[in-house]
């Protein structure tokens, strides 16, 4: 399915094909397409770069479709990256899979400050809901795997 070239985001690369590799969704997705172009918040004389993942109903594009500035969706991978290291490397050392008197994974230091990494303890059901989100970690080991390979490759092509 084509990505419309007609909204306010405006497609410069696309990924047309994205439900043929939408994870565990893989053809039954809304999920069509991602593409890098320019942002739909754009002013005269500024332009910003944007990230966006394209969700078709059947009927129409839907307003659902979620655009990111590049920076956040880079913020994401090293979120993603470092709790997927922590359950790697941490948590079988607590019994609730984190250390509850202090719940900071990492602070990564990121423009003069730091992205805090925490577990969310204002979550009432956290202990719970830590056991199901490492378990779905674990069920996607493969999927995440395989991108997270990808994108060392990648970042090491580029001489990151």
Known sequence: MKIPTTLKHKPVIVAENYANIDGRYTDNTDTQG???GLAQWND???VDIS???WRY???KWSRQSEELPLHRVLDLAILVCRTKLHFQEDAYRYPNSYDTDNPVIDRIGLQGDA???AVCTDNE???EDMKLFSQALSDD???IGERLSTLSRILKEMGY
């Open 34 to 36: 991602l593409s890098l």
């Open 44 to 46: 005269r004389g500024k």
């Open 51 to 53: 990230a966006k993942v």
């Open 57 to 59: 109903t059947g009927e």
């Open 115 to 117: 992205m805090t990494v």
């Open 125 to 127: 059901k956290i202990n």
């Open 141 to 143: 080991g493969e999927l």
